[in-house]
């Protein structure tokens, strides 16, 4: 059996997976002031009775490090940065204990100009001076040659607890990002570390000595371990716990949106043919923009509970949520609210949702009714804009070649899929305004913690090959050989699939799920002075994002 | 956090998949590097700097600007309608507001294409800034433009189409064409009867530095465009004048081309050659990306940089400052000159032989205008080529008079048959494009 569990805003999901299905479902109340305490009561109550020697794994997504981030409560981290010529490195400043040192690499990773032992030492003495213990090293084009960073990192190794290098946390470019990933890594580093230890060694106390995944942005999985090593890329994995759990319920064949309605936000995205689109470029959270994988998602600050206004006549949902809705003791108007003035929704309190939008309905100029429906459509309609734009944002991302510009087909959602807490009653209205086919994901209400549950392991690598400078790199993976001339754009694919297998697996894949697919692969002729003097390759693979083997066994039975 | 202080539209459009040939200086590799650079430095992650996805020019937009022999379709790929569809794309949000300014990095470039197109010339078939140009003079109605153009080559294309007209202001700065293709672009060039002046031609000396290219651009280009008065500024930013640049023989730098966006302050800027692909163009238009955006650029440098190596020479500074002192002169007797021109003569005739260096091909011109001091002129082009086609192409102008418009209709109508193999009339007035069967 498999326990998924994700931490939202107000409740914690629990699920236990088995083979009857949906074994156990629960709730637990959120103290986002004490999510250590959240995690263990949903993990003790969804295993009262049950022997932990049947548990296979257990997946957590938690909101733990996006919290730390949102809230900017990091703690010190220092950061070395050497980036050369180019954007001044100020500019891209994470926090005060931030220093821009000497050398250089161009884009083709050949050294521009050394760094200098002596200032790397002197930083690293203000640090320490300084009481930190976690520091990032960051260099522009480390992702093509880490030698740099590499070597700072010699230098500084016996000096700190924990040390992060840009070119390990993506193989991507995007130096500011990079320096951005490094440092939030190396800043949640310390949170993440102590809360797991901690979950862990309560886990042990208790019987049960079974693998811990997390669940990362991409809507795939890694084990704790890995987390260790990486623990940036827990950030925002509620979404992909949502997107995840309606991705077995996804038509093949044929794009889907995902909605997941919760109380505060909306969350969207866009499955293809069972499988999620992936943002192109990574995470954006608290002002970091970053190169942390994650699933294509917008958000939109409209739920079951947001708080409704009237201001100057013009109707406001959102984007705050202001406690419950009156129906549920709340104090504000909401649109579940207006599901009980419209006898959509019942199992609460009718009278205190009929005196909130009695209040609305007067400032509107409408009957009870008519502001009810005034309201629930407004947000109806709002999230079906939201829709739009996702799309929009998608299908309008631009392209660099003329085929991909001829021939790169649209996202066009045919069905959409709804789970959270209001799914159906959304689902309907949804349905009636926009014309599409609307699906409640079946157990809409803990769909996000079975996603996080029967997520499979992903990953991505990126290979590069020079083949006038004889080499071929995938720095991520810490990897480089030297190779012949006739080293060919297969050969670089070859090489890119072995590096993925082996990472996949080290962070906890099983073989059975190792879907991997190319998403880049190019080949450019190096010509100089009209002479064909090399190639220049560039790979990129992954682990789709997608469903473990045993998913369809399981959820097959949910009703 | 960075931000633009101009809000800055990016069209990036590297073609990976497109060349002229495999080892041709115009292949998919030509913007790897800078697409390597731009990507690492971050620049489409700047507040304030938006990129685009290129839209399709269409044929109509081609047939605005162009007689294209034998038909649109047979002298351009997939490649030249995006080309053009990305400056027209930059071109939109400027006049749209969506952003302040905008640059089209694109390829391939445009520059040496002429009204009439039989092929390519200079790496170029259709001139992507013209086509954008007169996009947006009929989607907006933009009337008085400046183009600058900053590529090492004389862009003897954009003078060609804009040569009879008043209303767009072309300037070239460019190596002295006497040591380079397309060995056009004197001084003495300043356009026909009804446009004398509006071409403005500034050759520079071989090995001419940042510090000459910019005293050109403070003391002839900048005064003459204040004197013009342009409602739009388009720089074609070509990027050929650097240092490591392999088909030139100048001495200009990132740093230089980063001072003259920001001194140009054009509105829309337009890739157009630079074939230092690995050593230039990745340091050369990140300086210009920010320089557009009015972000510091004063750290974007090459690997290799060396000022002394690339200091001017002072008989190169006294020859830049003659060149420059007589293009002042030929401007300020523009007016006097052209008066002179229209009392002389009703039909200007010019007959000229064009070589298309790319596609090998060699043209034979004899063109025609109605000397007019109420319009840019009747136009009228009898063109042969050496792959036997020949074409009558017949224009009215945008703002064309009654008498203009009255000659030109006569031509086509007029025009042998049997003589021709294709008769093209291009009527600005009604934005029409039509052959005469």
């Known amino acids: 059996m498999i326990i998924g569990l994700d931490v939202g805003g107000t409740h914690a999901d629990v699920v236990l997976l088995g083979d009857s299905g949906l074994v156990r479902e629960i709730k637990v109340p959120t103290d986002p002031e004490n999510l250590f305490k959240t995690v263990l009561a949903g993990l003790e109550t969804i295993m009262a009775g049950i022997d932990p020697h049947q548990i296979r794994r257990i997946v957590l997504s938690t909101t733990l490090t996006t919290n730390a981030i949102a809230q900017k409560k990091l703690p010190p981290v220092g950061m070395i940065v050497s980036s050369g010529p180019g954007v001044d490195p100020e500019f891209y400043r994470t926090n005060s204990h931030y220093f821009a040192v000497a050398g250089s690499i161009d884009h083709r990773g050949r050294e521009v100009a050394p760094i200098s032992v002596n200032e790397i030492q002197k930083v690293a003495e203000g640090f320490k001076a300084e009481g930190i213990r976690n520091v990032g090293i960051v260099g522009k084009f480390s992702v093509r040659n880490p030698q740099h960073e590499l070597r700072i990192y010699k230098i500084l190794k016996d000096h700190f607890e924990r040390l992060f290098m840009g070119h390990q946390v993506s193989g991507n470019l995007n130096f500011s990002r990079r320096v951005a990933t490094t440092y939030l890594n190396a800043a949640v580093y310390p949170i993440h570390r102590s809360f797991f230890d901690a979950v862990k060694k309560s886990l042990v106390q208790k019987g049960l000595n079974v693998p811990l995944y997390i669940l990362k942005a991409d809507g795939g999985t890694m084990n704790l371990e890995a987390s260790m090593e990486f623990p940036g890329q827990t950030i925002l994995s509620g979404p992909a716990a949502s997107v995840m759990g309606a991705v077995g319920f996804a038509p093949i064949d044929m794009d889907a949106m995902v909605m997941d309605i919760g109380g505060t936000t909306t969350d969207m995205a866009v499955i293809r043919n069972r499988i999620p689109l992936l943002h192109p470029i990574g995470v954006r959270l608290g002002g970091f923009r970053t190169l942390i994988r994650s699933l294509e998602t917008r958000s939109i600050g409209i739920g079951g509970d947001s708080s409704v206004k009237v201001s100057d006549g013009e109707l406001i949902i959102g984007p705050e949520r202001e406690g419950p809705a009156m129906a549920f003791g709340g104090s504000n108007p909401t649109p579940t609210d207006a599901l009980f003035v419209l006898g959509e929704m019942t199992g609460g309190d009718r009278e205190a949702a009929l005196r909130g939008m009695t209040a609305v309905a007067q400032d509107l100029g409408l009957s009870v009714e008519d502001a009810a429906r005034r309201v629930f459509d407004h947000a109806c309609h709002r999230i079906l804009s939201e829709a739009r734009e996702l799309i929009d944002r998608i299908n309008n991302r631009p392209v660099y070649t003329v085929q991909d510009l001829q021939q790169g087909d649209k996202v066009n959602p045919k069905v959409f899929l709804i789970l959270g807490g209001p799914a159906p009653y959304f689902a309907r209205r949804i349905e009636a305004l926009s014309g599409s086919r609307v699906r409640v994901v079946p157990r809409w209400q803990v769909a996000n913690a079975v996603g996080a549950a029967v997520a499979r392991t992903t990953c991505e690598v990126m290979v590069f090959a020079d083949t006038q400078l004889g080499i071929i790199r995938a720095p991520e993976e810490n990897y480089s050989e030297k190779v012949n001339p006739d080293f060919s754009g297969s050969d670089a694919v070859d090489q890119a699939y072995r590096l993925l297998k082996m990472k996949a697996l080290q962070i906890g894949a099983l073989d059975e799920d190792l879907e991997m697919e190319v998403l880049e692969d190019l080949q450019f002729n190096m010509v100089r002075g009209f002479l064909t003097t090399g190639k220049n390759l560039r790979v990129k693979v992954q682990v789709k994002p997608g469903l473990i083997r045993d998913y369809e066994r399981w959820t097959a039975k949910f009703s | ?437």
């Not at chain 2, 192409?393 to 009255?406: D, G, L, N, S, T």
């Not at chain 2, 042998?416 to 009604?430: P, T, W």
């Open chain 2, 1 to 437: 956090m960075l931000k633009a202080k101009h809000k800055t539209g990016l069209v990036f459009f590297p073609a990976f998949d497109w060349a002229i040939s495999p080892t041709h200086p115009e292949r998919e590799e030509r913007l790897l590097y800078t697409q390597d650079q731009v990507l690492e430095e971050g620049l489409f992650d700047i507040e304030g700097i938006l990129e685009f996805k290129p839209d399709l020019a269409t044929v109509k937009d081609i047939q605005r600007v162009h007689f294209c022999v034998p038909d649109v379709w047979r002298v351009t790929t997939e490649s030249h309608f995006i080309s053009a569809g990305g400056a027209k794309t930059i071109g939109i949000a400027v006049l749209d507001k969506t952003v302040d300014k905008g640059f089209a990095l694109v390829r391939p470039p445009g520059h040496h294409a002429m009204r009439v197109v039989h092929g390519a010339r200079g790496f170029c078939n259709i001139n992507i800034e013209a086509v954008m140009i007169e996009y947006l003079r009929r989607a907006y109605g933009v009337d008085r433009v400046a183009i600058v153009d900053t590529d090492c080559h004389h862009g003897d294309g954009t003078q060609d189409i804009y040569w009879h007209d008043p209303d767009t202001l072309f300037i070239s700065i460019h190596q002295d064409g006497r040591t380079l293709y397309p060995g056009s672009g004197f001084p003495n060039e300043q356009g026909g009867p009804n446009a004398l002046g509006t071409t403005v031609n500034i050759p520079l000396p071989p090995h001419t530095s940042a510090e000459g290219i910019l005293y050109a651009l403070k003391n002839a280009v900048l005064p003459i465009l204040a004197d013009f008065k342009p409602q739009i500024i388009v720089n074609s930013a070509g990027q050929d004048n650097h240092y490591s640049d392999p088909i030139t023989n100048m001495n200009f730098c990132a740093q230089g081309y980063a001072a003259l966006t920001h001194l140009l302050q054009p509105d829309i800027a337009v890739l157009e050659g630079g074939y230092a692909i690995e050593g230039a163009l990745p340091y050369v238009n990140v300086g210009i990306i920010l320089a557009m955006a009015g972000i510091d650029y004063s750290k974007v440098r090459e690997p290799d940089y060396d000022p002394q190596r690339i200091r001017q020479r002072p008989d190169v500074t006294r020859h830049i400052e003659a060149v420059c002192e007589s293009v002042r002169g030929l401007w300020d007797q523009r007016e006097i000159k052209r008066l002179q021109v229209l009392n002389e003569k009703t039909f200007d005739h010019r007959s000229r032989n064009i070589f298309y260096d790319t596609d090998m091909i060699q043209e034979t011109q004899k063109e025609t205008v109605r000397v007019c001091g109420d319009c840019a002129g009747a136009l009228r082009i009898d063109s042969s080529s050496s792959r036997g086609i020949r074409i009558l192409a017949v224009h009215v102008p945008r703002k064309a008079c009654a008498a203009c418009r009255e000659m030109a209709f006569q031509w086509y109508a007029s025009a042998d048959r049997g003589e021709f193999d294709h008769i093209f009339l291009q009527d600005r007035i009604r934005d029409v494009y039509e052959e005469h069967k």
